[in-house]
């Protein structure tokens, strides 16, 4: 099974023979390419043109952090699995109105049910979220009396809203309290976390779309414009509160993130190295947990889950079968 290569140190990488080679002061450590389908840059990396031919060859997609946590980019190789058909069915689904409302209503549907069944999860544990919960479902009653995309995301912000007002709730820590969602820079540790968090899910998206027939830059949800890509924050938000939240409340409901594990900087507060690498561990974890597939008949894992929604996506596009998002059952 091919693995992320995290990067936190400062070096350079670069093409020995037919495989990749990060050198620092240390010494130097080779990355076996055929066991590598993406790689996460968070130190000071230097590299050259030959180093990204030779990943381009071997479909790796190579992602960028600032030195802040925030995601800069990624170097997405040649599309090597498009094709003018698929794209040419993306691109009218896009241009559709009602076909793209339906979409992107499919994900704010998949989006507010499996913040529900987070909630669920915690109030049937002891939590009290009734008021909350009564709030979300007279929220996602109103999704459809909206006449466009934009009234739609204004209700699925006010989802989202409420959902967050659940997190101290549920965490129960003065260490880490909500406060209200901030970016850029976030200005206390819990939304530190959740921003982190979000942008790995995104990339995650990225990688699994890039494994398909779709064009990562046209999405439905989120408006195809000048951005690089749109289509993997469509998906992400399906499974941002079963990866990204259930992993901040493991983390810190297990104490095994603290305050230590954050700085301040930029008139906000960020994860510190040590603090990235105990969340990536627990989000890679999440990722490859594998659950049973009712309609596969077999167990899968959260990662193949949602490359499994892009290939629904592409069902829907070409009229083949209606697509329905992922729910949460548990």
């Not at 819990?190 to 890039?210: D, K, P, Q």
């Not at 779709?214 to 509160?241: C, V």
């Not at 079963?242 to 008139?267: Q, S, W």
């Amino acid at each position: 099974m091919k693995k992320s290569i995290y990067i936190f140190s400062t070096g350079s990488l670069s093409r020995k023979d037919q495989t990749l080679c990060f050198e620092t002061e240390e010494g130097k450590k080779y990355i076996p390419v055929e066991d590598t389908k993406e790689i996460y840059l968070f130190g000071e990396v230097d590299f050259n043109k030959r180093m990204l031919e030779f990943i381009s060859q071997k479909e790796i997609i190579l992602h960028m952090y600032n030195y802040y946590g925030y995601y800069m980019g990624s170097f997405y190789p040649r599309e090597h699995l498009n094709s003018g058909y698929m794209i040419l069915h993306q691109t009218q689904a896009y241009l559709n109105e009602e076909m793209r409302k339906e979409i992107a209503s499919k994900f704010i549907e998949g989006a507010m049910e499996n913040m529900a069944q987070v909630l669920k999860y915690y109030s049937n544990r002891g939590t009290d979220l009734k008021d909350i919960q009564v709030s979300l479902e007279e929220l996602k009653n109103r999704l459809h009396e909206q006449n466009s995309i934009e009234q739609m995301m204004a209700i699925e912000g006010n989802y989202r809203e409420t959902y967050y007002r659940a997190f101290d709730k549920i965490i129960d820590n003065n260490h880490f309290l909500f406060e209200g969602r901030t970016r850029r820079p976030p200005l206390n540790r819990l939304n530190a976390l959740i921003s982190f968090g979000n942008s790995i899910i995104y990339t995650v998206a990225l990688s699994e779309i890039y494994k398909t027939h779709l064009d990562p830059r046209i999405g439905y949800l989120h408006t195809t414009n000048f951005r690089r890509f749109s289509l993997n924050l469509d998906l992400a938000e399906i499974f941002k509160p079963i990866i990204v939240d259930r992993a901040i409340f493991t983390l810190v409901g297990k104490k095994m993130i603290g305050p230590k594990d954050f700085e301040k900087k930029m008139d906000g507060i960020i994860l510190n190295e040590k603090g990235r690498k105990i969340f990536l561990e627990e989000i890679e974890r999440r990722l490859e947990t594998t659950i049973k597939h009712k309609e596969l008949g077999r167990s899968v894992s959260y990662r193949t889950l949602i490359r499994m929604e892009v290939y629904k996506l592409q069902k829907h596009i070409i009229g083949e079968k209606e697509y329905e998002p992922f729910y949460s059952r548990w």
